[in-house]
Nanobody, 122 residues
Framework: QVQLVESGGGLAQAGGSLKLSCAAS????????MGWFRQAPGKEREFVAT????????YYSDSVKGRFTISRDSAKNTVYLQMNSLKPEDTAVYYC???????????????WGQGTQVTVSS
């Protein structure tokens, strides 16, 4: 089992930036994929970005590609999500995930953080 703790959410203006962090602890050696999903009020949980820990390959949803950057610090077992050019539609609770392989659907991940709120004002 892996424990995930997110931080860095908050309030930003449209066009601004925020950086989320996710620290993993526990049996992290078995998990080769870490990433982020988000859920806005009244909407389904959606994929944002993920990174393969072994080679650093990254994957993004079309809605955030070019604006968000996912990265990792293997020594710290931490994944980051740098969010630039934020839009009001980015407002959501952002969840960190860990899984054995890279998948782009929520059902592919059994380890979830508690979530951190990101609110973007227009």
């Amino acid at each position: 089992q892996v424990q995930l703790v997110e931080s860095g959410g908050g309030l930003a203006q449209a066009g601004g930036s925020l950086k989320l962090s996710c620290a993993a602890s526990g049996r992290t050696v078995n998990y080769n994929a870490m990433g982020w999903f988000r859920q806005a009020p009244g909407k389904e949980r959606e994929f944002v970005a993920t990174i393969r820990r072994s080679d650093g390959s990254t994957y993004y949803s079309d809605s955030v590609k070019g604006r968000f950057t996912i990265s990792r610090d293997s020594a710290k077992n931490t994944v980051y999500l740098q969010m630039n050019s934020l839009k009001p539609e980015d407002t959501a609770v952002y969840y960190c995930v860990a899984g054995r392989i890279v998948v782009l659907v929520p059902g592919g991940y059994t380890n979830w953080g508690q979530g951190t709120q990101v609110t973007v004002s227009s």
